[in-house]
């Protein structure tokens, strides 16, 4: 039987319809929706989840790409729409019909991106890629090139934004300006080597909710990194630069962690 694959765009709500049919079934319309509408090409439906879902508080400010395939044969019947740029292209399918429609997809239906909205946009947290990240490379094994890049990165989530400490070490991979940028995974212990230097230069801070924490407490916090997840009964901490930082130019950041899990300076 030949296929065709088509993508839908869909938030939290319709994912989970679709797991409990056993990832085989897209849920009926609802009264004002007559139309399902399958896209045909990844990259549409990545603009629609990244782009619109994420914005959605219905949609749970989360933006799926699922991936299917359907009986080509069954498909032919219905003409393509575009309904924009060369790459807004989508079947119009009467919501009557959506029954026999899930009975022509083959096999299961695939989560393939997935995008939430975070402090610095849409954040693209899962690829078909990168769902079994590798692990994290220890920083006396990485390559010069692979530690510059680890430093860059933690230097940007530090300056940028104030960036949860949960988040850190994470694979994921970064959506500016059109562009994936792919960081991670670290170790959480190496990443604590970084942020202890800099605290203790001065040029960050660690908080919680609105409240900026003391030295002892900052300190004893970066240290445990088993603490970073939100606790019961307590803000989520979070990272940020100092006004000291902010005042530093990149190469004062990146020479204060020189040798970090035993490396050698290559200065």
Known sequence: MATSTLYRPVGQPELDLIAASDWRRFPPRLDWQPIFYPVTNEPYATRIARDWNTKDDENGNV?????????????????IQQVGDDECLEYWIPAEQLGSFNNNIVGEIEVVREYREGPRGSQLLITDDICTPPPA?????????????????????????????RDLGCASIENQGGKEIAWGPWSRHDCAELLLRW????????????????????????VDVDAWAASAGKAEPFIASSKEGATRPDPFWFALVRGCGDRADTR
Do not use: C, K
């Open 137 to 165: 490379i220890p920083i006396g094994q990485m390559t010069e090139t692979e530690y510059r890049r680890f430093v860059n990165m933690m230097l940007w989530l530090v300056r940028d934004e104030a960036e949860p400490l």
């Open 63 to 79: 933006g799926y790409v699922l991936r299917f395939e359907v009986n080509t044969d069954y498909l032919s019947q219905f003409d």
């Open 199 to 222: 605290f203790e230069a001065g040029l960050l801070e660690v908080h919680r909710f609105n409240a900026q924490l003391s030295d002892d407490e900052a300190r004893e916090l970066l």
